[in-house]
T-cell receptor
């Protein structure tokens, strides 16, 4: 079935370190892919998205490229900040279906 | 931006009682609201989709008589966990899509932690 798998956390990095959070998916059809971020005490917020193969989503220094050949959508940031500490969720939505599949979330801790 | 609130943020109840969780879109009208459940270290699992004024559509394996969803207005949806049991303890999250907007843009509430004793 359709699903999303992302790396388990927590991920602990020092400020200005490079971040990668892996996400792979299984889907029938052609999904759109998303990264959501959840800061403590808040709801999930859309961070970035990509709707077709080879698209790159980017926002706030974060990037992710839709790789159909490897069914992946890894999240990257070149230099993390303490304020990036949050839980990150990878998700997919099948074309024309009103339903999201989420990964289990990866907690990121950035130390000063 | 689009803000979705949930109330209560945390609730503890005795086994056998019913608990109601509210989800409100504060600054927009929501044609569709979604209810998710999250287990520790697990992904968000969609429970049901509700459209204002119509019956909710439940995902396979979700008991509709157990989890009653009402979407009475364009800004409010409620989830009632009836005759709650300890296995219903979980984190419940709602989301909403803005009227007229694409449904791939969902705005999430902060979640409600339910603990059933």
């Amino acid at each position: 079935g359709d699903s999303v798998t992302q790396m388990e956390g927590p991920v602990t990095l020092s400020e200005e370190a490079f971040l990668t959070i892996n996400c792979t998916y299984t889907a029938t059809g052609y999904p759109s892919l998303f990264w959501y971020v959840q800061y403590p005490g808040e709801g999930l917020q859309l961070l970035l998205k990509a709707t077709k193969a080879d698209d790159k989503g980017s926002n706030k220094g974060f990037e992710a490229t839709y790789r159909k050949e490897t069914t992946s959508f890894h999240l990257e940031k070149g230099s993390v900040q303490v304020s990036d500490s949050a839980v990150y969720f990878c998700a997919l939505r099948l074309y024309n279906f009103n339903k999201f599949y989420f990964g289990s979330g990866t907690k990121l801790n950035v130390k000063p | 931006g689009a803000v979705v609130s949930q109330h209560p943020s945390r609730v503890i109840c005795k086994s056998g009682t019913s608990v109601k969780i509210e989800c409100r879109s504060l600054d927009f009208q929501a044609t569709t609201m979604f209810w998710y459940r999250q287990f520790p270290k697990k992904s968000l699992m969609l429970m049901a989709t509700s459209n204002e004024g119509s019956k909710a559509t439940y995902e396979q394996g979700v008991e509709k008589d157990k989890f009653l969803i009402n979407h009475a207005s364009l800004t409010l949806s409620t989830l009632t966990v009836t005759s709650a049991h300890p296995e219903d303890s979980s984190f419940y999250i709602c989301s909403a899509t803005r009227q007229g907007a694409r449904t791939d843009t969902q705005y999430f509430g902060p979640g409600t932690r339910l603990t059933v004793l």
